[in-house]
């Protein structure tokens, strides 16, 4: 089975600040990561996502995330935070296959700005 | 090109009632899936439907039903309302490439009194 684990359920930040979310999975084959964003009373939207290419993902809005797999970890960064930023964010994992695809979500991570 | 959309937005029901919610996928895509967002958790699998047949179903009671239909749209049907299952439900679609990235609607707000 597939799990992940998000550390902290609220984190908090300067604006201008590093951003460093984390997440940690657990998968009996070699995982697809990702990680969406959460506005209020808003579905979600990805941010980026890993998918065996290469181990530093890029994604939208300046964000980024690094896959280790020795520490089987998909921690979300970003160097500078932007009130816009405020919102809840959710790491997950499926297995790459054709046809059937289900994500296992977190329990999500609320980001906190402060001026 | 329009999102994955959803209908109705927000509902209130009652305990024992009957629920459906509909979603249409983004153009072109032919899986569909079904998830339940309770308040202050992640979202959970509920279903995925391709090509008009169930490929996958989380661990939900048999109240709850979904079907797809020619266009690709789906219906999740929910009986027998309980209080928990007031949740956002979350309609998602993909093209069936390994690669292909699951896109998310704005969900159903449904909460159960």
């Known amino acids: 089975a597939q799990s992940v684990t998000q550390l902290g359920s609220h984190v908090s930040v300067s604006e201008g600040a590093l951003v460093l979310l984390r997440c940690n999975y657990s998968s009996s084959v070699p995982p697809y990561l990702f990680w969406y964003v959460q506005y209020p009373n808003q579905g979600l939207q990805l941010l980026l996502k890993y998918t065996s290419a290469a181990t530093l993902v890029k994604g939208i809005n300046g964000f980024e995330a690094e896959f280790k797999k020795s520490e089987t970890s998909f921690h979300l960064t970003k160097p500078s935070a932007h009130m816009s930023d405020a919102a809840e964010y959710f790491c997950a994992v499926s297995k790459p296959q054709t046809g059937f695809q289900k994500l296992v979500f977190g329990t999500g991570t609320r980001l906190l700005v402060s001026p | 090109d329009a999102g994955v959309t959803q209908s109705p937005t927000h509902l209130i029901k009652t305990r024992g009632q009957h629920v459906t919610l509909r979603c249409s996928p983004i153009?072109?895509?032919?899986?569909v899936s079904w998830y339940q967002q309770v308040l202050g958790q992640g979202p959970q699998f509920i279903f995925q439907y391709y090509e008009k047949e169930e490929r996958g179903r989380g661990n939900f009671p048999d109240r709850f039903s979904a079907r797809q239909f020619p266009n690709y749209s789906s219906e999740l049907n929910v009986n027998a309302l309980l209080l928990g299952d007031s949740a956002l439900y979350l309609c998602?679609?993909?093209?069936?490439?390994?690669?292909?990235?699951?896109?998310f609607g704005e969900g159903s707000w449904l909460t159960v009194v």
């Open positions: 153009s072109g895509h032919k899986s």
């Open positions: 998602a679609s993909r093209d069936t490439g390994t690669l292909d990235t699951i896109y």
